[in-house]
């Protein structure tokens, strides 16, 4: 039975493998797996070169192949007669397909190693279900994670926008993005990574589904899945995590009997069990501003609506966290706080708990009770608080002033300091609940102490 | 090749594919359920579901030549053998045990990278033909750089 490409496309999302025979200039069949055959257009797929393998000089010589490609759901399977037509080395189609194999390259720490040489396009001759492959009918698809029909677009949009317009905070912006992202999509776990040019990472402020372990989880550009995403600036979905990283170790073991040395592989943030991941770049104009994140235990979660829709969302959030980040950069609209008069510290009405704080120099970091805290620049505003708030007793601070102290070492533009403070809020609450940073308003923040803190550096 | 290679070329577990070519070179294939050898893989007898394999029996009828690749689904250790079809014939019911196996053993495999048993036993399976190749070339197909390369 003839069946349309465009009719089978739950085949192309590389959830079962495809396998692909060729044969040489004699006759000679081959036959291997190949992850995924990617679809093009109704009359066209495309598979990807990444070593130049017997298939591809089966290609040269003879340029015709037969794949059989499966639906991941019914697990129907389908015979297509193909005819090979070019190599892309560069475009939007060599462009998508190699974000995928560089994500999982990266990911499996064969950066580099594995990756794509060239897309290889064929025209579709023939199209044809396998009569047979399953001893009882195919049970019918159910309706899917997909939401078309049962919510407008434009509801969507609507829903998302309003919550972006209505967070009075980067973080409740955030939060509230991720809270409508469970509620209009069932996205159950997901999180916002912010971009830190001063150190070339991302660094997750917000998650739901995750418990609060994910805040503070930090990638560099570049590396694994998310970090990928955020380098070439490009949505990322992938449908059978699993079978992908089967792939990608099998080829970082066949290459580790070479010479090169190969990175640690990088654990994946969030569930350990995911199969399926959307990862959308937040971008305005060409400025990183991190990456929105979406994990399930169902390889078949994500689809193409909401790839393509979630790309537009995208937009606004990104444009929704630059905003918020610009307004609470905004010098606070009261008299700093530097200038008010030192409140006495107030004594306690109980014995207080101790807390050991020790700032590590080298590694620019703080442990408390020695177990990490935080690092980097929150570390250091950290640092720079409690050790006024001991010296003088001070407890209420200014964005303003933390932002024109050098010895912080804030970016001079785009410090992204409410971020930071989300962020050293988080870890506070995670690792030392009884030191909290609170907000007092736009551009002010309190430290607030119900123990006995004990400063050291190393 | 190794004995331990051809020990797990011939493990329960495998996936099994086939391909052929027509005269014209026109390949095709098919997915296969078993293998086995009675001489240390000199030659290798794979079984293919009748349901799903016409093209195939049609083209080894023309051409006679076979490429069979086996992978272990967990970890994509594969091995391909290409050769020369020396019987194809519908399979036996003494072998039909073997081949129930074989797709039960798979089954299990693929239940456990979370593809559900029930799922792997709807496959056609049965009755198969049986095609015996005499193994000219064995060649390693793990994913990575060295896939394609002839095993001596």
Known sequence: ?458 | MSQSRNQRCLEPGLSVLVGTADAAGMPSCCRGIAISTADDLQTITVYVPVATSHETIQNVGVTRRVAVTVTHPRDNFATQFKGSAVEARLAREDEAPFVRARLDAFADVLDRIGVPRRVTRGMAHWPAFAVTLRVDQTFEQTPGPNAGRPIA
């Not at chain 1, 970016?411 to 030392?432: A, G, T, W, Y």
Request: charged share 25%; proline share 5%.
């Open chain 1, 1 to 458: 039975m003839k069946v349309r490409v465009s009719d089978i496309r739950r085949c192309f999302q590389g959830v079962v493998p495809s396998m692909v025979a060729t044969a040489d200039g004699r006759g000679v069949p081959n036959v291997v797996y190949v992850s995924q055959v990617y679809f093009v257009d109704d009359r066209h797929v495309a598979l990807s070169c990444q070593f130049f393998s017997k298939t591809r000089r089966n290609l040269d010589e003879n340029p015709v192949a037969c794949a059989e490609v499966m639906d991941p759901i019914t697990l129907q399977a389908y015979r297509l007669k193909l005819k090979f037509l070019r190599s892309e080395r560069s475009g939007p189609l060599f462009d998508t397909m190699s974000l995928r194999i560089d994500a999982i390259a990266s990911h499996t720490g064969m950066a580099g190693v594995f990756k794509l040489i060239a897309a290889d396009v064929f025209e579709v001759l023939s199209a044809d279900l396998v009569e047979g492959y399953l001893m009882d009918a195919p049970v019918d698809a159910p309706a899917g994670a997909s939401l078309d029909g049962l919510r407008t677009e434009v509801r969507g949009l609507q829903w998302v926008s309003d919550r972006i317009n209505r967070a009075t905070s980067l973080e409740s912006l955030l939060s509230g993005v991720l809270e409508a992202l469970e509620e209009y999509f069932t996205f159950s776990h997901t999180s916002v990574l912010l971009h830190d040019e001063a150190n070339h990472r991302l660094t997750t402020l917000a998650s739901r589904g995750y418990g609060r372990s994910g805040i503070g989880a930090e990638v560099g550009i570049g590396e694994g899945l998310i970090g990928t995403v955020a380098r070439e600036r490009r949505l990322l979905r992938l449908s059978s995590l699993d079978a992908d990283l089967r792939y990608g170790r099998a080829i970082r073991r066949a290459a580790a009997d070479g010479s090169r040395m190969l990175q640690e592989e990088i654990p994946l943030p969030g569930l350990p069990d995911a199969q399926s991941v959307l990862a959308i770049p937040l971008t305005v104009g060409d400025r990183l501003i991190g990456v929105i994140a979406a994990e399930d235990r169902d390889p078949m979660r994500f689809n193409e609506w909401h790839e393509a829709y979630l790309e537009v969302l995208a937009n606004q959030i990104a444009l929704g966290i630059d905003r918020m980040i610009e307004r609470c950069d905004e010098p606070a609209d009261t008299s700093p706080a530097i200038d008010a008069p030192a409140p006495l510290p107030a004594k306690p009405a109980a014995p207080r708990s101790r807390r050991r704080l020790t700032y590590y120099k080298h590694d620019d970091a703080i442990f408390v009770d020695d177990e990490y805290l935080i690092r980097n620049i929150p570390a250091r505003i950290l640092w720079k608080v409690l050790g006024e708030s001991t010296r003088t007793g001070r407890t209420e601070f200014s964005n303003r002033e933390m932002r024109i102290d050098p010895s912080l070492g804030l970016p001079p533009v785009k410090d992204n300091f409410e971020s930071r403070l989300i962020l050293l809020r988080h870890r506070l609450q995670e690792k030392c609940p009884d030191l909290q940073i609170v907000s007092t308003g736009r551009g002010r923040f309190a430290l607030r102490a119900d123990a006995v803190i004990e400063m050291s550096e190393r």
